[in-house]
């Protein structure tokens, strides 16, 4: 993904965020390792501020 559509920043959010230690490092390492930009590999990856129910959020952010 952020080959594909390179962001600036990630945001996991929902209750898989309580447990961010658990694999945000991961992460960081498998970006740093296959990011084909050397931009790419200083991208951010942050825990949302909600916390709850992100997906039904978000979901209703996009019904019109």
Same mark, same amino acid.
């Given at each position: 993904?952020?080959?594909?559509?390179? *962001? @600036?920043?990630?945001? #996991?959010?929902?209750?898989? =965020?309580?447990?961010?230690?658990?694999?945000?490092? /991961?992460?960081?390492?498998?970006?740093?390792?296959?990011?084909?930009? *050397? @931009?790419?590999?200083? #991208?951010?990856?942050?825990? =949302?501020?909600?916390?709850?129910?992100?997906?039904? /959020?978000?979901?209703?952010?996009?019904?019109?």
């Amino acid at each position: 993904m952020v080959n594909l559509i390179d *962001p @600036e920043i990630i945001v #996991i959010g929902g209750k898989v =965020s309580n447990s961010s230690d658990l694999f945000f490092p /991961k992460i960081k390492e498998t970006i740093e390792e296959l990011a084909m930009h *050397p @931009e790419a590999k200083k #991208i951010k990856i942050i825990r =949302s501020k909600i916390k709850e129910e992100v997906g039904a /959020k978000g979901a209703a952010l996009l019904w019109d």
